[in-house]
């Protein structure tokens, strides 16, 4: 059974820094472009920023030149550095697997949340 387990979340001040990992089990890791997705409170979950099977990298324009999503295939793991951080960005954020029908996933990790405030 896939499991995604997200950690490094937490409360920080606007324009600080913080990154998050997410290790993935169950499945050949390497084998999937992976993204990171992200949910306010009220809202509907977004896609972030995505990384390809080869490296090629996506982003939201609202993170463009803030975020930055990296991958370590022997570790399982997809990372995102977050920097320069606005109160905007507040949310419980997620890792998963990216396909175009990514809003039809059913199987999530718990998230990490992530509050920027003063």
């Known amino acids: 059974q896939v499991q995604l387990v997200e950690s490094g979340g937490g409360l920080v001040q606007p324009g600080g820094s913080l990154t998050l990992s997410c290790v993935v089990s169950?499945?050949?890791?390497?084998?999937?472009?992976m993204g990171w997705y992200r949910q306010a409170p009220g809202k509907q979950r977004e896609l972030v920023a995505t990384?390809?099977?080869?490296?090629?990298?996506m982003y939201r324009d609202s993170v463009k030149g803030r975020f930055i999503i990296s991958r370590d295939n022997a570790k399982k793991m997809v990372n995102l550095q977050m920097n320069s951080l606005k109160s905007e960005d507040t949310a419980v954020y997620y890792c998963n697997f990216y396909r175009n029908d990514w809003d039809q996933f059913t199987n999530w990790g718990q998230g990490t949340q992530v509050t920027v405030s003063s």
């Open positions: 990384i390809s099977l080869g490296g090629a990298k």
């Open positions: 169950g499945v050949v890791f390497s084998n999937h472009p």
